[in-house]
T-cell receptor
Framework: RKEVEQDPGPFNVPEGATVAFNCTYS??????FFWYRQDCRKEPKLLMS???SGNEDGRFTAQLNRASQYISLLIRDSKLSDSATYLC???????????FGTGTKLQVIP | EPEVTQTPSHQVTQMGQEVILRCVPI?????FYWYRQILGQKVEFLVS????????KSEIFDDQFSVERPDGSNFTLKIRSTKLEDSAMYFC??????????????FGEGSRLTVL
């Protein structure tokens, strides 16, 4: 099983739609979880951290399910500017290594 | 806003040549990283560096690679004898903390390496 696994997509959705991405991780000792966004040929940038209780930031909601070892990202009311690759990122407890998933590509269509 | 800076933005080199990629992490950050991304592929961990030594490295980070923090400011990645398959975007990243309170990784804009 890959350390961090994501559906690569692409997800093509119309503007205003709601879209959800899932990510599974293999290391049950994983401690910290993040969603990053990467635009084409640019560096990854933090979208949001993922907390055990779930968290929301505007149109974005992140959830963590430790029992099933997955995290999710929900984007409501998609905008054209949301088009990017969304990277699931996992950091095991006690380790410095931060592991990225392959990313899920989102294309929001007018 | 403080940022991670990388130079050069693009380097073209011949196979077998040595390359040094430079990074200036954010000044109060303690943990430093190099990642690489081959075109169209995932962001891959190479190495982490803390307290002037390597804390973790991946299987990609073999004897051809080395890192250094020569002057308390710069953080460099050296590839001794480049191969064609080293062609990639190399990202430097830093963060304030690690361990129990792991924080956000801040990335530089990357150095694109092309090996001919």
């Amino acid at each position: 099983r890959k350390e961090v696994e994501q559906d690569p997509g692409p997800f093509n959705v119309p503007e205003g739609a709601t879209v959800a991405f899932n990510c599974t991780y293999s290391n049950s000792a994983s401690q910290s979880f993040f969603w990053y966004r990467q635009d084409c040929r640019k560096e990854p940038k933090l979208l949001m951290s993922v907390y055990s209780s779930g968290n929301e930031d505007g149109r974005f909601t992140a959830q963590l399910n430790r029992a099933s070892q997955y995290i999710s990202l929900l984007i409501r009311d998609s905008k054209l500017s949301d088009s990017a690759t969304y990277l699931c990122v996992v950091n095991p407890f006690g380790y410095q290594k931060v592991t990225f998933g392959t990313g899920t590509k989102l294309q929001v269509i007018p | 806003e403080p940022e991670v800076t990388q130079t050069p933005s693009h380097q073209v080199t011949q196979m077998g040549q040595e390359v040094i990629l430079r990074c200036v992490p954010i000044s109060n950050h303690l943990y430093f990283y190099w990642y690489r991304q081959i075109l169209g592929q995932k962001v891959e961990f190479l190495v982490s560096f803390y307290n002037n030594e390597i804390s973790e490295k991946s299987e990609i980070f073999d004897d051809q690679f080395s890192v250094e923090r020569p002057d308390g400011s710069n953080f460099t990645l050296k590839i001794r004898s480049t191969k064609l398959e080293d062609s990639a975007m190399y990202f430097c990243a830093s963060r304030v903390s690690g361990g129990l309170n792991t924080g956000e990784l801040f990335f530089g804009e990357g150095s694109r390496l092309t090996v001919l």
